[in-house]
């Protein structure tokens, strides 16, 4: 019998292309799992009308592991239009399947790795006031709020007359208060000071593992009081058990401005949903983008791993395919880190290391071509040469 069970959701698009690239690299580090397909995302919409089938939620009970690709979503009118003409005026409502997911399993721990590979010809750069550039050595991972937020899905176009009457209790609400329902929409922010210590807390152990000096909380209380105010609060008082690790706060807005300035400041960026979101692709870009941006979904019974990219359709047809498999590749590793198997992610991270640091495979991202089916014979590398390129380096 196999140790693990990974629960294996290609999903859609270039999902189906990179993540069967992530379970070649598993095993070649002797990985020793069983892996489940299971279904996920724009066909199971239009098929069943809904994009995560209660089977593949049952698996994810079961084994408790799980490796993502990607999906494709699509607004509300496509969503209708594309479903079987038997499940069409039904009032099914489509829901992104990642987010069911990650409420559904309290999967509340976002954590996104945005490191820099040395020779990576994407890395961001600086230019010294003397002259020349440097190209200092990002490090930053940023944990997210998954589960709350600007993303709980508490939302109204038109909003119920309760509602409606509950937001004119507050005086803030009176230049709003005659606009009429069908031109009022109304998204909340929920914050838990629960989940608010979750994430803070996941960031100061992660700090303190990796012997970093401190964590930065990026949020806006200074206008978003409440909300943000909770989750400033609630990680002064989560630091106090960290006596050695300092925190640091900043504002979303100027953390942005800063990123180009001292990115490699930031080790540790503990943010809520929305603001995270941002943060992470905003430091994905430093370190090669979508192609390197891996990420865990993390809960306490049950984790699942994935990059950030989307299903990319415009490439998904493509023969040979052409993305990048690095992101799902260092999902892939997280996973081995959570459970335990640090020592196998380590290889994998260092053959990736590796391989950019050599610089003769390379996809068509990272020599900055515009993608499509000319990439191959531009001398990009295919998705399968990457990781074979990968494979080698492991031995
Ligand atoms: P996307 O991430 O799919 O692609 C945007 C662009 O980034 C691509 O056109 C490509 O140029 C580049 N890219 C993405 N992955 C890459 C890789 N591995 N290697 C090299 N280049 C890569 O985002 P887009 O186009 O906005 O959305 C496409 C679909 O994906 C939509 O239906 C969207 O809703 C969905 N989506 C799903 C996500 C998920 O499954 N977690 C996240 C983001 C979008
Ligand atoms: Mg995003």
Redesign the pocket.
Known sequence: MPRHTVVTMP?????NQ?LPEALRVLKAVGFDAEYIHADI??ECWRNEGNALPDHTIDLLAKHRLGL???????PNRAAQAELRPELQGKGLVYY?P?VTMRQKFNLDICMRPCIGFTGNPLNYIRKKTGGGFDEPQIDTTVFRQNTEGMYAGVEWTNPPENVRAALASHTRFKPFAKVPGPDLAVSVRIITRNAARRIVTAAFEYAKRRGFKGVTICEKPNVVRETSGMMEETAKEVAKNYPSIALWSTNIDAQLMWLNKNPEDYNVIVASNLFGDILSDAFAGLVG???FAASGNIGDEVAVF??????????AELNPP???????ILSAAMMLDHIHEGQKADRIRKAIAAVIKEGNVR???MMRLS?GPKAIGQGAAS?VQMTDAILEKLG
């Open positions: 999903g859609d698009g270039i999902g990179v995302g724009w993502f690709g990607a999906i494709t979503s699509k992104s990642i983008g979508l192609g994935e990059p950030t990219h989307g299903s990319a359709p415009k490439y052409i993305v990048n498999p690095i992101a799902m996809t068509y991202d993608g998705t």
